[in-house]
Structure formats: structure tokens, C-alpha cells
């Protein structure tokens, strides 16, 4: 980003550097044969193979507690992998020393079903602590701000008191938190989960916005209904596995019916 | 670190828990005051002792049988020593004159008859004249036949550095304690205050925030609470000062002969600097034990 001055141990992920060639040519992000034990005897995700290109949609479904969450949180080293690799830009992101771990996520965007948009600050403000931790200039700041509130339809809203916004406002501010620093991935957790339905298309289709312009987008979501009106990529995850459909609900091949496969 | 932006979340931070930082500074202010007090102390004490020191005096009491001779040779041969400013002979009459005045004692003393005040010699030394050298001045005089007796004050002097040693020692005491105290009420401040920004810290470091970032502020705020706390006490002292300082000084004047005087600069930068850093330190202890980013 210009304007740091900070030393990243792990140069390519310089939020908005460009990726070499061949970099761009393969996955944005690769599991190989992922295990995660919570507990000893009962693995939450057992050999999970997975590969996302670089300017995918993909939906992550699956029950509650089938491990959507977990699988986001290995990738942004809430949590760390167990057994298996997970590749960002064909990084081990589970050999992350813990003071690399800030330099992965500015390369991601992520955004919560609860938010995560601190009440008593303003909406630029909330927007704007993405740009501030990289330490850019408060000019760049302001006109970057600026335009990820256009493009989450809140423009000139910046001063405005974020509690007074309604629930799809809010999550509006945290998507456009989580794409000011133009990452090259997005991890969304659930994100329409505390909206009613027409919000939650309305999100969507702002997610599908920003995977328009080149950002990858995962959407962990339960939501059936959410799932069956796009034609988007399906990973599912049951019992700890992954199964997939490359062309949405419609496409679905698996062995078990459409009710397990989205709880 | 970036500067600027921890400074502008540090007074963002400092805004908003001020009522939790006013409760601190506050009772950190009353554990520097009373360590502000105890250094006032200190310094007049060694101002005084400064003084006095300065002020040298060696009293040469004379035989009862001294020769009149003799003790004129001595006024001569300390009237040529270039440390002696002055010398007074002060006759068993006048001595006891002066002690009846100076001792405000009943009638029964007064009673008592010249002889048995002995004669002697006040001797003035110039300023400037160590302690040492007036102890060995003193020591050589005692050598001539006419003197019985040299008082140089040199056990007076060490009651008062004992003295002096003490009240440093308080000090010292004290600012242990002050700094214990300041690194226990930060810490445990900044502790509440990482609380109940767990949610803001948590999105900070889920944008990609370093250690150094998220701490940063809360050092300053701990930093800037040991500054304020440390002025806080100054200023109450320095009105305390003001306040006593005229009836105060008369009275010290009268009896010691010295002025009241404030906390040098040193002290005063001393407190101030030290406030900050302990502060500082305090916060960071707290941070890296409660923010575990
Ligand atoms: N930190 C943890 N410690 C212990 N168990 C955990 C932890 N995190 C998740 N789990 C368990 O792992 C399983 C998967 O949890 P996860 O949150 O990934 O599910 P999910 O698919 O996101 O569910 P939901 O749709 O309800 O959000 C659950 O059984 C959960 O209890
Ligand atoms: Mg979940």
C-alpha cells in the first residue's frame, strides 16, 4: 500500500501488489487433505481437498455446526489447520509465524453475520480503520472511504452515527470495511444471516458486485433459498467433508437430497 | 508504529473512558502528592543544612587559667588564617548575659554565677568553608595552651545529616511505593479499558493490525494518566505552597534563619518524566497480559 513504511515479512501479500504471472494463473486458495480436531477423537473437518480460482463466486453451505465457520477461520488464522496445507497466492498459511498473520489479512476481507461495526464510532470511521492500520495518508483514506461507501450504496453517509443505522446499513458498512483495502479475497460468514430476505438478496447481490470487478468472494451461507436463486459454485460440507457443485443447487449431483445438503 | 494514528486513537480513547482515567489520575494524584510533600521536605531540610553549613562557626573555650597573653597570641594567629572571617571574645559575663537571654529560663538559673561560664572565643568562618576544614582547623586549635575546650559543631552537623539521611530515605521509600502504586492503578485501568474495547480490538486485528498498532494507544493513555497524575499533585502543591508560604516562612526564618523554598526543576522534571514512564510502563505490563493479539 502506498505510503507504509511498515516491513512485511511476506512481501506478496502487499495488499494491491500485483501477483507475478504465474501466480495468477493458479488458485487463489488451495486445501489440501485439511483436518481439524476439536476434539481428539472427533475431527470437525477430515481431509478437505478444495481449490478456488482467482475471481470465483462460490458459496460454502452445509448444517449448522457442519464447519463453514471453521473452514473461513483457517484461512484467516483465527484458527490453525491440524493436518494439510491451506495455500493462499501459494502461501502455507498454516506455517504463519503469528506476527505474519496481520500481513495475510489485509490481503482478505471479511465480513460477519453480526457485523463486527463498532456503534459509537461514525460510518467512516469504521470504514476507515481498515486503511488506518496500514498507516495511509488521511487524504488517501478519505477518498478511498469515499468511494467504498458509493459502492455499497452509502454514499455521503460517512458522518453519520453508525448506531442509527438499520441492520442492512450496517452490514453495508462492513462490506465496505472489508473491500477498502482491496483485497484479493473475501470471506463472507454468514452475512445475510441477521437480515430479512430481501436485504439478504440485497447483499448478495453487492457481494456479486464486488466478485464482478475481479474479488473472489466465499459466501458461507444456510440460507436455501439464498443458494437456489443464483447459479453460483456450491461447496458443501457435511460430517466434517466437502462435496461440490460447480453450477449451484441446480447442478447438485450428490447422493444425498438438497435438505441435508443445506440443513 | 505509526505515531500520529496512535496519538489520535490514544485521545479518542482518552475521551471516551474518561471517567474511568479521571478515578485514576485522581488517586494517583494523591500518592504523588504526598511523595511531592515529602521531597518539599528533603529539599528545605538540605537547604537549610546548605545554610548552616555555610555559616561556619568554631567556639574555642579558654582556661579558666588562661594567660591574657596568651590568648592575645591566639586572636593574632587566628586572626591570619585566611578561613576566619571574625573573631569575638565573649568574656564568662557576657556569656552568661547571652545564655539567660537566649535560655528564657526561671530565676533559679539566674542565679547562677558567672564563673560558671567559662570564657571563649567565637570564631566566624568565611563562606564557603567546608565541613571538613573547620573539623581540622578545629582539631589544631585545640593544640594551644590557652584553650580547654573546641566545640566545631561537627555533632551537631551529623544529627542533622542523619536527619536529612532519613528524610531521603522516606523519599525514597515513598517513590518506590508511588511507583508501584502507579504501575498497579494504570495497569489494572488499562485492563478495564481493553475490555470494554475488545470489540474494536477485535476489529482491528481481523483488518490486518499488528501488536505494536492495538497497544500502542493504551500505552500513551497510560502514559499520558502517570504525566497528568504527577502535574495534578504539583499543582495542588504549589497552591499549598503559596498558600502557607508567607506565615511559613516567617516563622522558618526566625527560628532557622532559612527560607522556604519550592521542588527545584530537576525534581519537579524528575516527577513529571518519571510519572509518564511508569505510566507507560504500567500500560504495556497491562496490555501485554489483557491483549493477547
Ligand atoms: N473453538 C472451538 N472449540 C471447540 N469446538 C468448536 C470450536 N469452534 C467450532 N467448534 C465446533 O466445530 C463444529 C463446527 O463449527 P462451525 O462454527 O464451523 O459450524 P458452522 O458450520 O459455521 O455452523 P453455523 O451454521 O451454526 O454457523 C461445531 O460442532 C462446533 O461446536
Ligand atoms: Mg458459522
Known amino acids: 500500500m502506498q505510503g507504509t513504511k511498515v516491513v512485511r515479512p511476506f512481501p506478496f501479500f502487499r495488499a494491491g501488489a500485483r501477483a507475478s504471472q504465474p501466480q495468477l494463473s493458479k488458485p487463489i486458495l488451495v486445501l489440501e487433505d485439511v483436518y481439524k480436531f476439536f476434539r481428539p477423537d472427533q475431527p470437525t473437518l477430515r481431509g478437505v481437498d478444495l481449490s478456488v480460482e482467482r475471481g470465483e463466486f462460490a458459496f460454502i453451505t452445509g448444517p449448522s455446526g457442519a464447519g463453514k465457520s471453521t473452514l473461513l477461520k483457517l484461512v484467516y488464522r483465527e484458527l490453525r489447520v491440524d493436518e494439510g496445507r491451506v495455500l493462499f497466492c501459494g502461501r502455507d498459511i498454516g506455517r504463519l509465524t503469528d506476527k505474519s498473520i496481520p500481513f495475510l489479512r489485509r490481503n482478505l476481507g471479511i465480513v460477519f453475520q453480526d457485523f463486527r461495526i463498532i456503534d459509537h464510532w461514525t460510518v467512516f470511521e469504521n470504514v476507515a480503520v481498515a486503511l488506518e492500520i496500514v498507516s495511509m495518508p488521511q487524504r488517501l483514506i478519505r477518498s478511498r472511504v469515499a468511494e467504498a461507501l458509493e459502492r455499497v450504496g452509502l454514499a455521503g453517509r460517512g458522518p453519520e452515527q453508525t448506531s442509527n443505522l438499520s441492520g442492512g446499513e450496517k452490514q453495508r458498512v462492513a462490506v465496505a470495511r472489508a473491500i477498502v483495502p482491496e483485497p484479493a479475497l473475501i470471506l463472507a460468514d454468514e452475512p445475510t444471516g441477521n437480515l430479512d430476505p430481501h436485504l439478504a438478496i440485497d447483499i448478495l447481490t453487492l457481494f456479486e458486485e464486488i466478485n464482478s470487478t475481479g474479488t473472489t468472494v466465499l459466501f458461507a451461507t444456510h440460507d436455501h433459498s439464498l443458494i437456489s436463486k443464483r447459479d453460483h459454485r456450491l461447496i458443501s460440507i457435511d460430517d466434517g467433508r466437502v462435496s461440490e457443485a460447480q453450477q449451484g443447487l441446480k447442478h447438485w449431483q450428490g447422493s444425498s437430497g438438497i435438505h441435508t445438503l443445506v440443513g | 508504529m505509526d505515531m ?280 504495556a505490563v497491562s496490555v501485554r497480559r489483557y491483549l493477547a493479539v
Request: aromatic share 6%.
Open chain 2, 4 to 283: 500520529k494514528n496512535a496519538i489520535t486513537r490514544a485521545r479518542r480513547g482518552l475521551r471516551e473512558e474518561r471517567r474511568l482515567y479521571i478515578v485514576a489520575v485522581t488517586s494517583l494524584a494523591v500518592a504523588f502528592i504526598c511523595l511531592g510533600a515529602t521531597l518539599l521536605g528533603v529539599t528545605n531540610l538540605d537547604a537549610a543544612a546548605a545554610r548552616w553549613g555555610q555559616s561556619g562557626r568554631i567556639t574555642l573555650f579558654l582556661k579558666d587559667d588562661a594567660d591574657a597573653q596568651d590568648v592575645a597570641q591566639l586572636r593574632v594567629v587566628l586572626e591570619g588564617l585566611a578561613d576566619v572571617s571574625e573573631v569575638t571574645h565573649v568574656t564568662p559575663t557576657q556569656a552568661r548575659e547571652s545564655f539567660l537571654e537566649e535560655a528564657d529560663v526561671g530565676a533559679d538559673l539566674s542565679a547562677l554565677p558567672s564563673e560558671v561560664f567559662p570564657a571563649s572565643l567565637e570564631v566566624a568562618l568565611v563562606q564557603g568553608v567546608t565541613r571538613e576544614r573547620s573539623e581540622s582547623i578545629a582539631t589544631r586549635l585545640a593544640q594551644f595552651r590557652a584553650v580547654s575546650d573546641v566545640e566545631s559543631y561537627g555533632s551537631w552537623f551529623q544529627k542533622l545529616d542523619q536527619l536529612l539521611w532519613g528524610a531521603r530515605m522516606l523519599a525514597l521509600g515513598l517513590a518506590l511505593l508511588v511507583m508501584f502504586c502507579v504501575v498497579a492503578v494504570i495497569g489494572n485501568t488499562i485492563r478495564l479499558a481493553v475490555a470494554r474495547r475488545r470489540q474494536e480490538i477485535e476489529v482491528m486485528k481481523l483488518c490486518g493490525a499488528t501488536n505494536g498498532f492495538v497497544r500502542g494507544p493504551f500505552v500513551l493513555e497510560g502514559m499520558f494518566q502517570g504525566f497528568a497524575s504527577a502535574l495534578l499533585a504539583i499543582l495542588a502543591l504549589l497552591v499549598g505552597y503559596l498558600a502557607l508560604h508567607d506565615s511559613v516562612d516567617s516563622t522558618l526564618a526566625a527560628l532557622t534563619g532559612s527560607r522556604v523554598v519550592f521542588l527545584g526543576v530537576w525534581t519537579l522534571v524528575a516527577l513529571l518524566v518519571g510519572g509518564a514512564v511508569i505510566g507507560a510502563i504500567g500500560s
